[in-house]
């Protein structure tokens, strides 16, 4: 055996994948009415837990709609009408980003942060006439609301940027969107993660920090060395890298217990929103060195130039992050852009390196959960972080990258044996003065954590298969179009020979068809979400139209491959020790309508 599986938490992932599939035609056969029973079961949990994530989606979406109309009120509020028209434009004054290296952006990508130069000089403006008779007591209240808006923030803001072999004008309009925000001079820190193991990065790296001279507090490069002992290469190994030696070098000029870090990837468009948001939340928090805080993900900066199938298949993956955040306790799961204290990076021991933390954001979750007895907490910051969909030349090619991003994504898999293993641990006081909570010392949030980990990894693995094939194959097994594929007489049909499994039998038949009613309530919730987001916070002029509602056509092909098929591979591939090259998905980036430049490369072990 494995040395890997010597625990018993390490044989779940692969014994519930391989028994999803092996009951299938199993079932029907060796255990009729049990497994009908089971199967009640799960499409019943399973539609109950869809529209509870429903809900939770819908209030997380209005959420975000409320953010950013708030943004836009108090931005409204603060300009002269003759600037209106120009902050809620499409095309803006690339100036104003960064100067002399707007070279590196386009204008399609433009997002709300760009404003940000003319609302400073529209406060002054409107500020100097506040004691006009004219101004109603509501109008000086919302300015006072402003000005304190605009207040320098409390914290520093180191932004992580893994990136390896990523287009060179991509990671510069990652960075330059970074550098439009008003207090980035002053309280932005940029720590840029190379991997020594790209040719040429130190120049790279050089080049990017040159460009952006002056821009930020600080500006830091690091290059993660490929032959660290028992690490797993990856954007964990990467990120633990840079925020050690990044923390190391801010720690000699920085109180730590200002610093919060923000992990991001080289593509995510973070608007000066999500910093005041983040800001606002810290501020509030009674214990702001236990939180994760963790905004939506969204697809929106290319989802015009991919096939239909990526574009839903990455629709469902935002959906499925937004409905994660509606947690009531704060136990959710960040997704690619997260950010957390320098205190609690550095108490948890900083992000882990090895096969099992390959999926990174939720692993650090975790990790922070387990190290700190249950204290931290997951906080939604309701501000939309715009992502690229994997782009490649080709169809299929298309089709082939994206389904390399899947596999790469369930790979996290590993996270079950680890939240398992740790949650069957006893717990330990904290060493801190912090003192565990009540409803840790009684397991529940442990449980719930558990669950929660199970069901992001072991729904996909097992109601792909239940959902597609269990009815139709019990139907052709049991009850056969022609009597010679009859593998039982009517009369020893063990459904039909009892009222009660025949009942039951009409009920599981009835219960696929309603399955996939809160899909269609949470496509409807974020079609309208996706308008008002490009609309309201992006500024597009293109958004999604009546004819995109086509695209769903390819919703089952979409989870099945992108979903179903990884998951259960991932799975099942926990039965061997050998480790998996990471492969980088590729991605496009139009420089000032130049050809496309993109990437996809792999980071062999």
Same mark, same amino acid.
């Given at each position: 055996?494995?040395?890997?599986?010597?625990?018993?938490?390490?044989?779940?992932?692969?014994?519930?994948?391989?028994?999803?599939?092996?009951?299938?035609?199993?079932?029907?056969?060796?255990?009729?009415?049990?497994?009908?029973?089971?199967?009640?079961?799960?499409?019943?949990?399973?539609?109950?837990? &869809?529209?509870?994530?429903?809900?939770?989606?819908?209030?997380?979406?209005?959420?975000?709609? @409320?953010?950013?109309?708030?943004?836009?009120?108090?931005?409204?509020?603060?300009?002269?009408?003759?600037?209106?028209?120009?902050?809620?434009?499409?095309?803006?004054?690339?100036?104003?980003?960064?100067?002399?290296?707007?070279?590196?952006?386009?204008?399609?990508?433009?997002?709300?942060?760009?404003?940000?130069?003319?609302?400073?000089?529209?406060?002054?403006?409107?500020?100097?006439?506040?004691?006009?008779?004219?101004?109603?007591?509501?109008?000086?209240?919302?300015?006072?609301?402003?000005?304190?808006?605009?207040?320098?923030?409390?914290?520093?803001?180191?932004?992580?940027?893994?990136?390896?072999? $990523?287009?060179?004008?991509?990671?510069?309009?990652?960075?330059?969107?970074?550098?439009?925000?008003?207090?980035?001079?002053?309280?932005? %820190?940029?720590?840029?993660?190379?991997?020594?193991? $790209?040719?040429?990065?130190?120049?790279?790296?050089?080049?990017?920090?040159?460009?952006?001279?002056?821009?930020?507090?600080?500006?830091?490069?690091?290059?993660?060395?490929?032959?660290?002992?028992? $690490?797993?290469?990856?954007?964990?190994?990467?990120?633990?890298?840079?925020?050690?030696?990044?923390?190391?070098?801010?720690?000699?000029?920085?109180?730590?217990?200002?610093?919060?870090?923000?992990?991001?990837?080289?593509?995510?468009?973070?608007?000066?929103?999500?910093?005041?948001?983040?800001?606002?939340?810290?501020?509030?928090?009674?214990?702001?060195?236990?939180?994760?805080?963790?905004?939506?993900?969204?697809?929106?900066?290319?989802?015009?130039?991919?096939?239909?199938?990526?574009?839903?298949?990455?629709?469902?993956?935002?959906?499925?992050?937004?409905?994660?955040?509606?947690?009531?306790?704060?136990?959710?799961?960040?997704?690619?852009?997260?950010?957390?204290?320098?205190?609690?990076?550095? @108490?948890?021991?900083?992000?882990?390196?090895?096969?099992?933390?390959?999926?990174?954001?939720?692993?650090?979750?975790?990790?922070?959960?387990?190290?700190?007895?249950?204290?931290?907490?997951?906080?939604?910051?309701?501000?939309?972080?715009?992502?690229?969909?994997? &782009?490649?030349?080709?169809?299929?090619?298309?089709?082939?990258?994206?389904? %390399?991003?899947?596999?790469?994504?369930?790979?996290?898999?590993?996270?079950?044996?680890?939240?398992?293993?740790?949650?069957?641990?006893?717990?330990?006081?904290?060493?801190?003065?912090?003192?565990?909570?009540?409803?840790?010392?009684?397991?529940?949030?442990?449980?719930?954590?558990?669950?929660?980990?199970?069901?992001?990894?072991?729904?996909?693995?097992?109601?792909?298969?239940?959902?597609?094939?269990?009815?139709?194959?019990?139907?052709?097994?049991?009850?056969?179009?022609?009597?010679?594929?009859?593998?039982?007489?009517?009369?020893?049909?063990?459904?039909?020979?009892?009222?009660?499994?025949?009942?039951?039998?009409?009920?599981?038949?009835?219960?696929?068809?309603?399955?996939?009613?809160?899909?269609?309530?949470?496509?409807?919730?974020?079609?309208?979400?996706?308008?008002?987001?490009?609309?309201?916070?992006?500024?597009?002029?293109?958004?999604?139209?009546?004819?995109?509602?086509?695209?769903?056509?390819?919703?089952? %092909?979409?989870?099945?491959?992108?979903?179903?098929?990884?998951?259960?591979?991932?799975?099942?591939?926990?039965?061997?020790?050998?480790?998996?090259?990471?492969?980088?998905? $590729?991605?496009?980036?139009?420089?000032?309508?130049?050809?496309?430049?993109?990437?996809?490369?792999?980071?062999?072990?």
């Amino acid at each position: 055996m494995s040395h890997h599986l010597t625990s018993p938490s390490e044989w779940v992932a692969p014994t519930v994948s391989l028994l999803s599939l092996a009951i299938l035609p199993l079932g029907p056969i060796l255990f009729p009415r049990a497994y009908l029973i089971l199967l009640f079961t799960y499409f019943f949990v399973f539609l109950y837990s &869809q529209v509870n994530h429903l809900c939770k989606f819908y209030l997380t979406a209005r959420r975000m709609r @409320r953010t950013i109309n708030k943004w836009n009120a108090r931005l409204a509020a603060t300009t002269p009408s003759s600037s209106c028209k120009t902050l809620s434009g499409h095309n803006d004054n690339k100036n104003n980003i960064n100067g002399n290296n707007n070279d590196h952006h386009t204008t399609h990508h433009s997002d709300h942060h760009h404003h940000h130069p003319m609302v400073d000089n529209s406060i002054a403006s409107t500020s100097s006439r506040i004691e006009s008779p004219n101004l109603t007591r509501e109008r000086m209240v919302d300015i006072e609301e402003k000005l304190q808006y605009y207040e320098d923030p409390r914290f520093m803001h180191a932004f992580i940027i893994p990136n390896y072999c $990523e287009p060179e004008a991509l990671l510069r309009d990652t960075i330059g969107r970074l550098a439009s925000h008003r207090n980035a001079k002053t309280h932005s %820190i940029i720590i840029l993660a190379m991997e020594q193991s $790209e040719a040429g990065y130190e120049e790279k790296g050089r080049r990017i920090q040159e460009a952006f001279a002056g821009q930020f507090l600080q500006f830091i490069v690091t290059g993660h060395p490929s032959n660290i002992p028992g $690490e797993s290469r990856g954007k964990g190994s990467n990120v633990a890298y840079a925020a050690r030696h990044g923390c190391a070098e801010l720690s000699e000029r920085i109180d730590r217990r200002r610093v919060i870090l923000t992990v991001t990837d080289s593509d995510s468009a973070i608007p000066e929103l999500y910093v005041r948001e983040m800001e606002d939340t810290l501020n509030k928090a009674d214990d702001p060195y236990h939180l994760l805080l963790a905004p939506p993900i969204f697809f929106s900066r290319n989802c015009f130039e991919v096939p239909a199938a990526v574009r839903v298949t990455d629709i469902t993956w935002s959906a499925m992050v937004m409905s994660n955040l509606g947690n009531s306790r704060g136990i959710a799961f960040p997704c690619s852009t997260y950010s957390l204290s320098m205190v609690l990076a550095e @108490r948890v021991g900083y992000w882990d390196t090895g096969a099992d933390a390959v999926g990174e954001d939720m692993h650090m979750f975790l990790k922070c959960f387990f190290k700190t007895n249950g204290q931290a907490r997951t906080v939604p910051i309701h501000v939309p972080i715009n992502l690229t969909n994997v &782009q490649t030349n080709g169809y299929l090619s298309n089709i082939n990258a994206r389904y %390399i991003q899947a596999k790469r994504h369930y790979n996290g898999v590993a996270d079950v044996a680890y939240t398992l293993r740790n949650a069957m641990k006893q717990s330990t006081p904290s060493s801190s003065s912090y003192s565990c909570s009540p409803s840790f010392s009684n397991g529940y949030d442990k449980l719930l954590v558990c669950l929660k980990v199970l069901e992001a990894h072991m729904i996909p693995v097992t109601s792909g298969w239940l959902m597609f094939a269990a009815v139709p194959l019990m139907q052709f097994i049991l009850f056969p179009p022609y009597p010679l594929f009859a593998l039982v007489s009517p009369m020893e049909n063990p459904i039909l020979t009892s009222d009660f499994y025949a009942n039951l039998w009409n009920i599981v038949r009835l219960l696929t068809v309603f399955l996939p009613f809160p899909l269609f309530g949470t496509l409807a919730v974020y079609e309208h979400m996706h308008r008002s987001v490009d609309r309201e916070l992006l500024r597009k002029v293109e958004s999604r139209r009546w004819t995109n509602l086509f695209d769903y056509v390819t919703l089952p %092909i979409a989870a099945w491959l992108f979903m179903t098929l990884p998951s259960t591979l991932a799975c099942v591939k926990r039965l061997r020790k050998k480790e998996e090259q990471y492969i980088v998905a $590729e991605k496009f980036f139009k420089d000032d309508g130049s050809a496309a430049t993109g990437k996809i490369e792999a980071l062999v072990v």
